[in-house]
């Protein structure tokens, strides 16, 4: 059975950083390629990031473009988002996805974990 808990959210002040994990289970970690999505209260579920199998090319959205970091772990089966510098817009549930396609291909990636929460404070 397919399994991605995420862990790491919090509540921070702008201006802070945290580090999300998502640690997955259930399948060959290293045979997809993994993101990170994030959907406020109100919103549409939005794409962050996206990484590929072997964690050599990345993609992350204008919004974030400087300010987080993709990486894995294949040998611990894990997926990373280190966020700096957060802001207020940065709240979100934030889910780890798994996609059997391309890390670019947004519209391919499937979900499984519950996701975790990131308040950020002004």
């Known amino acids: 059975q397919v399994q991605q808990v995420e862990s790491g959210g919090g509540l921070v002040q702008a201006g802070d950083s945290l580090r999300l994990s998502c640690a997955a289970s259930?399948?060959?970690?290293?045979?997809?390629?993994m993101g990170w999505f994030r959907q406020a209260p109100g919103k549409e579920r939005e794409f962050v990031s996206g990484?590929?199998?072997?964690?050599?090319?990345?993609i992350y959205a204008d919004s974030v473009k400087g300010r987080f970091t993709i990486s894995r772990d294949n040998a611990k089966n894990s997926l990373y988002l280190q966020m700096n510098d957060l802001k207020p817009e940065d709240t979100a549930a934030y889910y780890c996805?798994?996609?059997?396609?391309?890390?670019?291909?947004?519209?391919?990636?499937?979900?499984w974990g519950q996701g975790t929460q990131v308040t950020v404070s002004s």
């Open positions: 990484i590929s199998r072997l964690g050599r090319s990345t």
């Open positions: 259930g399948r060959i970690f290293s045979m997809y390629a």
């Open positions: 996805a798994s996609n059997r396609g391309s890390y670019d291909s947004i519209r391919t990636y499937e979900f």
